[in-house]
């Protein structure tokens, strides 16, 4: 039981380019999440997926994209990368637990643009 | 919408020493609330929750806190500080069935020898 996998685990790219960071859960929960963390300012959501087929925006979508391919995986796109998007980015799964919902994390990606 | 507010971004303990990690809330209906971990270039791990069960909620690790309302606050204690304790530590809120959790600023403590 791997828990929440994400790949890869650094990156580096060059203002323009464009990545796909992935994540995979085999806890076999519906709800899965992405969220970017910076240094002051925590975990902020950027997307989230409530059940397979299904994706709501968070608090920071803009320059984003995700797919939800089967409910495993939850994939965030960057078309496009920009210097403000250099961040470590988290993928989380949830599962609910004694009246709330408990979120499982990954160990994160930490993107850098230049 | 419901938020978080850790106070200090950094607090310095000794070993053996009570730690105190301050959070307080700020929701219109009746919050759940979370304190998560995170040790150096991991993700975060849940420590314990508040879902209205009972007001001191006990954690992983020696770790506990207790909700006030009148204070909306939860802050999170530990007895006696260990090496191992030294992380950052996440504040969370979420409310009713929604999972739409937010997150405070995160507070490093360092723990000394």
């Known amino acids: 039981n791997a828990g929440v996998t994400q790949t890869p685990k650094f990156q580096v790219l060059k203002t323009g380019q464009s990545m796909t960071l992935q994540c995979a859960q085999d806890m076999n929960h519906n709800s899965m999440y992405w969220y970017r963390q910076d240094p002051g300012m925590g975990l902020r959501l950027i997307y989230y997926?409530?059940?397979?087929?299904?994706?709501d925006k968070g608090e920071v979508p803009n320059g984003y994209n995700v797919s939800r391919l089967n409910k495993r995986e939850f994939s965030l796109r960057l078309e496009s990368a920009a210097p403000s998007q250099t961040s470590v980015y988290f993928c989380?799964?949830?599962?609910?637990?004694?009246?709330?919902?408990?979120?499982?994390f990954g160990p994160g990606t930490r993107l850098t643009v230049t | 919408a419901q938020s978080v507010t850790q106070l200090g971004s950094h607090v310095s303990v000794s070993e053996g020493a009570l730690v105190l990690l301050r959070c307080n809330y700020s929701s219109s209906v009746p919050p759940y609330l979370f304190w998560y971990v995170q040790y150096p270039n991991q993700g975060l791990q849940l420590l314990l929750k508040y879902t209205s069960a009972a007001t001191l909620v006990k954690g992983i690790n020696g770790f506990e806190a207790e909700f006030k309302k009148s204070e909306t606050s939860f802050h999170l204690t530990k007895p006696s500080a260990h090496m191992r304790d030294a992380a950052e530590y996440f504040c969370a809120v979420s409310v009713g069935n929604n999972n739409d959790m937010r997150f405070g600023a995160g507070t490093r403590l360092t723990v000394k020898p």
């Open positions: 989380a799964s949830s599962k609910y637990r004694d009246r709330a919902y408990e979120q499982y």
């Open positions: 997926s409530a059940s397979e087929g299904t994706t």
